[in-house]
Structures are given as structure tokens and as C-alpha cells.
């Protein structure tokens, strides 16, 4: 599974948890740590994507030329 299918699968248990939770409290955890999370989620996986065809060069770079 990958980050932005954990990221799916979050929301859909969040929103499973808000048929019995529906307080300020509820509003708030929504507010600081929910709304943002899915730019954040796919800005982190663009960027691993990044890492990932920057160490793919690296190996190739090391590799032995014939």
C-alpha cells in the first residue's frame, strides 16, 4: 500500500469516526490534523518519487562501464 492509499483509507475511517463523534473536539482534530493531510500527502510522494529516480541515476552512475 502506498502513501496516498493510506491517505484514502484515513479518510474513509475518519469519516466512519464522525457518525459518532461530532464534538468541538472532533472539529478541532479535523481542523489541525485532517485538512491538510492530503497536499501534504502528495507533496511527500512527489518527492519520493524524486528520491527515488535520483538514487536509480546514482546506481546507474556507479555502475562499471564496460
Known amino acids: 500500500m502506498n502513501l496516498i ?3 484514502r483509507e484515513l479518510s474513509e475511517r475518519w469519516s466512519a469516526t ?5 464534538d ?3 472539529q478541532e482534530f479535523e481542523k489541525q490534523y485532517l485538512e ?4 501534504l500527502l502528495t507533496k ?3 518527492m ?4 527515488e529516480n535520483l538514487l536509480r ?3 546507474k552512475d556507479c555502475e ?3
Open 5 to 7: 492509499q493510506n491517505g
Open 36 to 39: 491538510q493531510l492530503p497536499g
Open 44 to 46: 511527500t510522494s512527489a
Open 64 to 66: 562499471p562501464h564496460p
Open 24 to 26: 468541538a473536539r472532533a
Open 48 to 51: 519520493i518519487n524524486e528520491l
Open 57 to 59: 541515476k546514482i546506481r
Open 18 to 22: 464522525q457518525a459518532c463523534w461530532r
